[in-house]
């Protein structure tokens, strides 16, 4: 366990990210039981850098204002109102408008993918966890795998759980959580959920996983401030913004593959 964690060290954590890179809450749960790990994929296994959530959005946006003849600005509006009402957009689109979600999805995840980087580190980090890794990702598996072999992780991982496999459900709904569990046979309190959305973990640590939130060493401009700062609740047991670095300080780690 780490050092019990005050407002006053989130608040350093947040407004300088570099001298505070990983926080324990006090009564936080270990990793030492731990056999299976998950993973969210956006702006957990890669940082806002990357610029992969940019253009997710604006091509979401682009969508929603071919579908509805709105222009830009309209158009941002209604996905910012679908984003807060229903989870997704995708989900507003299904539930209201009976969109084909594959559509929308093959839209969405048609980004341009060279300034996501190669993560050695992080690559290593993961190989190294001890049992199996999987990603539970609101995006589609073809995005997923697409992101995860440009970082250099893909083969690390034994399975994908995207958004048609939840049935379009997304996190943080706890069905969408069900789903994934019964799926890959996973025991819930053997294990761990990383994830950069707060509110994707109140599920998970409800249902017995280890949790850690990922947040970005600088404030990403894209995305809502809320979602990215460093939050004091009782369903985050720590808080990392260096992710690679985390695991190889926390996790147990199995020894380098000769
Ligand atoms: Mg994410």
Redesign the pocket.
């Known amino acids: 366990m780490g050092p019990p964690c005050s407002i006053t060290q989130l608040e350093i954590m947040t407004a300088v990210p570099s001298l505070q890179p990983h926080l324990s809450t006090p009564d936080s749960r270990s990793f030492g039981h731990v056999d299976t790990w998950i993973f ?5 296994l890669y940082p806002h850098e990357s610029r992969v959530w940019p253009q997710i959005d604006e091509r979401i946006t682009l969508y929603i204002a071919t579908t509805f003849g709105l222009d830009g600005l309209s158009a941002k509006a209604l996905q910012k109102y679908f984003y807060h009402k229903y989870g997704t957009t995708l989900r507003a689109l299904i539930d209201e408008y009976g969109i084909d979600p594959y559509d929308f999805l093959d839209f969405a995840h048609d980004i341009d993918h060279s300034d996501i980087e190669l993560n050695a580190s992080l690559g290593d980090a993961i190989e190294r966890l001890p049992g199996r890794k999987l990603i539970l ?2 995006g589609s598996q073809k995005h997923a795998e697409n992101v995860a072999r440009k970082i250099g992780i893909l083969d690390h991982f034994e399975a994908v759980f995207d958004i048609a496999a939840a049935d379009f459900v997304p996190k943080p709904e706890r069905r969408a959580y069900e789903r994934f569990l019964e799926k890959h046979g996973v025991e819930p309190a053997r294990s761990a959920m990383f ?3 707060a509110k ?1 973990l109140v599920v998970p640590h409800d249902l017995g996983m280890t949790t850690t939130l990922i947040i970005p060493k600088t404030i990403d401009p894209f995305r809502e401030e809320f979602e990215q700062t460093a939050v004091e609740a009782p369903h985050i047991d720590h808080i990392t913004n260096d992710l690679a670095a985390f695991l190889v300080e926390r996790a147990p780690l199995l020894d380098k593959p000769a």
């Open positions: 969210d994929l956006d702006n957990t990702t609101n994830e950069d959305i994707n």
